[in-house]
């Protein structure tokens, strides 16, 4: 077990999700203001996670259809964005638990066997309504699923990020 490969794969997950944040306001920024009259803006930049994505989401949603794109186009987005959020928010909950949690290396024989991700937070299982635990053993390949996921969260916001350049009224010129 190679533990900077463990502690690598969660700095790559932070700052991959930093990145989408940012993209995230990008998109709000060029809504609210496509001709960068104040910059840099001031709005959405104090909203946790959460309200971000719900407030980024509203935006777009109400900024589409002046981008007089065909009904097929604009539905797609619609039915994306909206499957977009749902999967940040989803993301948003496990690096929550991710940068909460306490990392507990597990020794074997005088070894590092494995390193344990503890949240402290004990929750209730819905079913059973027993305690639950979220705890999970870390090694290379961890976070490989979430960084499958915010690689298509990436490039569906890029895409929709491109869309708006191109097709939102007054924006595009001087990017």
């Known amino acids: 077990m190679i533990e900077s490969e463990i502690y690598q794969r969660v700095g790559e997950f932070v700052v991959s999700f930093q990145w989408i944040e940012n993209k995230l306001r990008e998109i709000g920024w060029f809504i609210i203001d496509p001709e960068r009259k104040q910059w840099p803006?001031?709005?959405?930049?104090?909203?946790s996670n959460h309200d971000l994505i719900n407030e980024v989401q509203k935006l777009f949603i109400e900024a589409l259809p002046k981008c007089n794109l065909p009904t097929y186009l604009e539905e797609d987005f619609l039915k994306s964005f909206h499957k977009c959020a749902e999967e940040l928010h989803a993301l948003r909950k496990y690096r929550n638990r991710v940068l909460h949690s306490a990392y507990i290396e597990i020794k074997g024989g005088g070894e590092k066997v494995a390193i344990l991700r503890s949240n402290p937070i004990i929750g209730i299982d819905e079913n059973t309504e027993e305690y639950s635990f979220d705890q999970e053993s870390l090694?290379?390949?961890?976070?490989k699923e979430e960084m499958v996921k915010m690689a298509e969260v990436s490039l569906f916001l890029n895409r929709a990020f491109i869309q708006l350049?191109?097709?939102?009224p007054n924006g595009g010129s001087d990017l």
């Open 41 to 47: 803006p001031l709005e959405l930049r104090k909203l």
């Open 139 to 143: 090694g290379p390949d961890s976070f």
């Open 165 to 168: 350049v191109h097709q939102y």
